[in-house]
């Protein structure tokens, strides 16, 4: 199971999937099968991405992917991919960068743990 969240964590977490779009990971595996071009984001702690991340994702930590967003993938038409633990902070950053302007942004739900959980492969 995921971890236990606190109440709070969990309204901001839910108020920002109000407004954004999620894929799961199974169609996340799907689109990266089929060759599709897209900015696979990883957005846990550098640490976490250390330890193993899905193929071809670059890491922008929550932290810091407002700051950084812009000069990594300036397109804020092209297609985001971004994953986190779990799929929530993934979630709240989709809800960032739809703010910053960026028109296709996804969050995956499940992230690292559902995708490790279906047994797909890891870099």
């Not at 984001?41 to 810091?64: M, N, T, Y």
């Not at 633990?85 to 559902?114: C, E, F, H, I, P």
Request: glycine share 12%; charged share 25%.
């Amino acid at each position: 199971m995921g971890k236990h969240h606190s109440p709070g964590f969990i309204r901001i977490v839910d108020d920002a999937r109000s407004r954004i779009r999620e894929l799961n990971v199974q169609q996340v595996k799907h689109k990266l099968d089929a060759g599709e071009r897209f900015h696979l984001v990883d957005v846990r702690e550098q640490s976490e991405f250390a330890a193993g991340c899905l193929p071809g994702a670059i890491h922008l930590g929550k932290g810091v992917i407002e700051r950084d967003v812009e000069q990594t993938i300036p397109d804020h038409d092209a297609e985001i991919v971004l994953y986190c633990g779990g799929g929530y902070r993934s979630a709240l950053a989709a809800d960032n960068l739809q703010k910053m302007g960026y028109t296709n942004v996804w969050s995956m739900d499940g992230g690292w743990r559902g995708w490790t959980e279906a047994g797909y492969p890891t870099a």
